[in-house]
């Protein structure tokens, strides 16, 4: 009967051809290739936890009267989106916790998204045919640090409301367009009474939609080009080396997503993240002193603080400081992070060939170099944006503070470059750098001698020249049970597919 | 296998040898850090300096005119009097009336002695010392008995405040907390580095009164705020928010992070949250190298051979 309905469904949708080749899609074993899926697991996690929150959250920026459990604001005129917030926390049963668990899970997943882009940059993944995925990528980066912007901002706190007025500034900067650039999109003067209904739709809705089509095209491309992969184990140009997404990836990644959730959850049970009932309401004129955005809009808010003030005049206007950290900054960076696939091969590798085989950072000196120095500049920037507990915590003058971050950032990425740089030739020189070393054991022979001897292979080694099975070799229907049990097989999930 | 392992040392010896250049360039990158470092810590220290000398120039011409003012006419006043002499009179003075290492502390009432003393910031170690919060050298009787001492030299100034916390308004204390104090001490207390080497102390592990104190009377850099700013009861209501809320915030969602806010979260977040991820995924990837020409007499040939097709 289940065979009959599978049947009639499949011979209309033909679920089988292609299910089939998406089964036996092939990933590469190496850990460095998940670091993404870190990034789809969490946002799957934001999407749930997402769709707990707008059941209780409203939208609006409309004054009411706060009652409830927290005594401090009892009494108060907050605005209807600050207090359905401050209800999920205290009200709502389990809300503080998916709260929390949404705001690490965006944590994550930024942060995920952008180690992953290191792993992807610094072994050149983004060379043809992959440059058009490496665009998706970035894409994806900035709708989700545009997103987790507007998603501390809508509980409209203190510390949130200082952000979006810093954000207003900034657009206002813009040149000849700004102002009315700023008005549009916030409905107003700020603070309007749009802004939170604006932020809300465009953070539950517009950008997660655009996210989710972004992130089916990344994946599909993945599956198209097919995994890029390190030399070794008998991959090449021309074929995908790894374990076959059934059985072998599904289980593994299946537990990798139950492991990142329960970090996730981990974190939100223990660790006490934007507690904004501490914050109070946004009053435009009330602040905070020297509050900072969530990590991930850290470099803007550090290039914000480093910059200094200087302004432009032009006939007729002017260009607000802002606009340069503000603007500037973050347009060049990522034309830069767009564009890099084409810089790299007209200027400066000359290759435009396709590449599957991954480069080690090694291989290519001058792109890690290049983006070492870029990373390094990003990181002081990030760091810049704490000056001001640095300098409560070490007890440093906060202007000290500020001048050793606008001259490191300056100063660290051209340190760091010729260093960066350098440590590539050496490794090249050497061949057994980064390679696992075994252990030496001493040994006492019968005369009384000592001796060191090599120890046991490590559990689980894979001999490097074990030649991969080609998987149209082997038909995994009906064996797949045999295949992954067998212990005649010494090359147990090891498979390999052409490229076309 | 000696040979190997000195072969191997030597080329890696061979590799640091080569970053020696680097590590020059690292040093002259170092050097002006420490030059601006230096340049901008000097005018600082004259500074403080010169607001020192300003304060006793100020405060010298009235030692003839009220000196032996005070006498010490009860148990408590004998008992600060002894203390003051003992503890403070090196800097501030005989009979409190300031001297060239400290200024005078007459006419600023008990309240602010008590403050001053109570959170550690006197005595000063030396006359130079900034003064930094540390647990106080006396207890509160001995406190109260140097304030009542010095403020009975002369009249004035605020008195010890024992605010009555009773019937205060929280909700009232939080408003006038975030409009007042947050823009230096943060919304949550925590405390913060403020422009030109100034620090608004955390406002952990305060008394009620030191709090009233403080508002009123304005220690060091921070604003006095009078009753025609913040009224009595508005300053019943700030002191029971401070003393509840601040000190002993309410962080249902588990560990506070010390009110730090964003910083300390995205530190957690990415090292905690992306670094055990990522350790997950480097447990359960795989991990072995790519294949170096040495090894390929290891066990992988033996292991090809054994009915694996070739592709």
Not at chain 1, 194 to 204: E, G, K, Q, S
Not at chain 1, 237 to 245: E, F, K, R, T
Not at chain 1, 409 to 434: H, R, S, T
């Amino acid at each position: 009967m289940i065979d009959a309905i599978y049947n009639w469904i499949d011979d209309r949708l033909a679920l089988s051809k292609s299910g089939r080749h998406l089964l036996n899609k092939i990933f590469p074993d190496h850990w460095s290739f998940m670091i993404g899926e870190i990034a789809l697991y969490s946002f799957i996690v934001l999407l749930i936890s997402g769709v707990f929150l707008t059941l209780y959250f409203v939208p609006s920026g409309a004054t009411v009267i706060y009652h409830g459990a927290y005594k401090p604001l009892d009494g108060t005129r907050v605005s209807d989106a600050y207090a359905s917030t401050i209800n999920i926390t205290f009200a709502v049963r389990g809300g503080l916790f998916m709260r929390q668990l949404h705001h690490w899970a965006a944590n994550i997943f930024v942060g995920s998204i952008v180690v992953h882009m290191l792993r992807v940059f610094f072994t050149g993944a983004f060379r043809r045919p992959r440059e058009a995925n490496w665009m998706i990528g970035a894409t994806l980066l900035i709708l989700a640090i545009f997103n987790g912007f507007l998603g501390y901002s809508i509980p409209d706190d203190l510390v949130s409301g200082t952000g979006i007025r810093i954000a207003f500034s900034i657009l206002e900067s813009i040149p000849f367009v700004g102002t009315n650039l700023a008005f549009f999109l916030f409905g107003g003067n700020y603070p309007g009474k749009d802004i939170i209904p604006r932020f809300f739709i465009l953070h539950v809705l517009v950008l997660p939609l655009i996210i989710l089509a972004l992130l089916g095209a990344h994946l599909g491309m993945l599956v198209k080009h097919k995994h890029s992969q390190f030399k070794g184990r008998g991959a090449r140009n021309d074929n995908v080396v790894g374990s076959p997404l059934w059985p072998n990836y599904a289980a593994k990644a299946g537990g990798f997503f139950f492991l990142t959730t329960g970090v996730t959850a981990i974190l939100a049970a223990l660790i006490q993240i934007n507690p904004i009932w501490q914050y109070g309401p946004y009053v435009p004129y009330k602040v905070s002193y020297a509050v900072q955005p969530d990590w991930y809009m850290g470099w803007l808010d550090g290039a914000l603080r480093v910059m200094p003030s200087w302004e432009i005049h032009l006939p007729g206007h002017m260009i607000p400081n802002v606009f340069f950290p503000g603007i500037l900054l973050p347009g060049v960076t990522f034309t830069l992070i767009y564009l890099w696939p084409f810089i790299e091969s007209k200027f400066i590798t000359h290759d435009y060939a396709e590449h599957h085989l991954l480069d080690r950072p090694r291989d290519n000196p001058m792109r890690t170099a290049i983006g070492s120095a870029v990373f390094a500049f990003y990181f002081v920037l990030f760091g810049a944006s704490s000056t001001d507990v640095l300098a409560n915590y070490l007890q440093v003058s906060l202007n000290v503070v500020l001048w050793i971050f606008r001259i490191s950032c300056i100063v660290v990425p051209i340190i760091v470059f010729p260093i960066a740089y350098k440590i590539c030739l050496e490794l090249q020189q050497v061949p057994e750098a980064g390679k696992r070393k075994r252990h030496m054991i001493i040994v006492r022979d019968d005369q009384g001698a000592y001796h060191s001897v090599d120890s046991e292979e490590y559990p689980g080694y894979i001999a490097p020249e074990l030649a991969p099975v080609k998987i149209e070799d082997v038909d995994l229907a009906p064996e797949i049970e045999a295949l992954n049990t067998s212990a005649d097989r010494p090359d147990e999930g090891i498979y390999q597919i052409p490229r076309e | 296998m000696i040979e190997a392992v000195k072969q191997r040392i030597k080329i890696h010896f061979k590799a640091l040898l080569k970053y020696d250049k680097a590590a020059r360039l690292v040093i002259f990158a170092l050097a002006p850090i420490f030059l601006v470092q230096l340049f901008v810590e000097l005018p600082a220290a004259a500074s403080v300096g010169a607001h020192l000398g300003r304060h006793h120039s100020q405060t010298t011409g009235q030692i003839t005119q009220t000196a032996a003012a005070g006498g010490a006419r009860t148990p408590q006043l004998q008992e600060g009097r002894t203390l003051f002499d003992e503890n403070c009179s090196s800097c501030h003075g005989i009979n409190a009336a300031g001297s060239k290492l400290a200024p005078g502390l007459r006419g600023l009432g008990a309240g602010v002695i008590n403050l001053w003393v109570s959170s550690g910031w006197m005595p000063l170690a030396n006359p130079g010392a900034e003064p930094a919060r540390k647990p106080a050298l006396f207890n509160s009787q001995q406190t109260n008995a140097i304030s009542e001492y010095v403020a009975s030299l002369s009249k004035g100034g605020i008195p010890i405040l024992y605010p009555d916390l009773k019937g205060a308004s929280v909700e009232e204390g939080f408003s006038i907390f975030a409009l007042n104090c947050a823009p230096c001490h943060t919304i949550t207390g925590a405390g913060d580095a403020l422009s030109n080497g100034l620090y608004a102390p955390p406002l952990h592990g305060l008394t009620s009164t030191q709090v009233a104190e403080a508002v009123r009377s304005g220690p060091n850099n921070m604003p006095v705020f009078s009753t025609g700013v913040i009224s009595k009861s508005q300053l019943k209501d700030l002191v029971a928010y401070v003393t509840k809320y601040i000190e002993h915030p309410d962080n249902p969602g588990g560990l506070g992070l010390g009110g730090v806010g964003p910083v300390a979260e995205g530190f957690i977040g990415l090292f905690i949250g992306v670094g055990l991820c990522l350790l997950v995924a480097f447990w359960i990837g795989d991990r072995t190298e790519k294949e170096e020409k040495e090894d390929s007499h290891s066990k992988g040939n033996k292991k090809s051979e054994t009915g694996v097709k070739h592709a």
